[in-house]
């Protein structure tokens, strides 16, 4: 049985990320040990899309209202592209520590979350 999904970001910049998952994400976390933090993930989903390029993989947070979750992140000082209508949602994506990005969207589509 599977009960969960592990997912990990590989950075050199661990503190601010953990900063990061903390206080502009809100994640509840726990000390798993050795100052090592888990941060509880939101319900997710997960989807298989066709690629002509090599694999990749991509991890989106999902939002109910992009616009206000912007204006929250650009309070924290956080930078976000501008929200862009993709057709199946409205998306962003957050400038993380280092300088990563991860996606921010609010979906159009069904979701099988709801």
């Known amino acids: 049985m599977i009960t969960g999904i592990h997912a990990i970001f590989y950075t050199k910049h661990s503190k601010a990320m953990y900063d990061f998952l903390k206080d502009v994400l809100d994640l509840h976390y726990v000390d ?5 933090l888990f941060f509880a993930a939101p319900p997710t989903e997960l ?6 390029r090599d694999p990749g993989h991509e991890l989106w947070l ?10 929250q992140f650009e309070k924290k000082g956080i930078k ?3 929200v862009a209508d993709r057709g199946w949602g409205l998306v962003t994506t957050l400038e993380l520590p280092g300088g990563d990005k991860l996606g921010l969207y609010e979906p159009k ?4 979350l709801a």
């Not at 989807?47 to 002509?52: Q, R």
């Open 32 to 36: 798993a040990g050795n100052g090592r």
């Open 80 to 82: 976000t592209t501008p």
């Open 62 to 71: 999902i939002c109910d209202d992009i616009a206000a979750k912007v204006q």
């Open 47 to 52: 989807a298989v899309h066709e690629a002509e």
């Open 109 to 112: 589509h069904l979701s099988p």
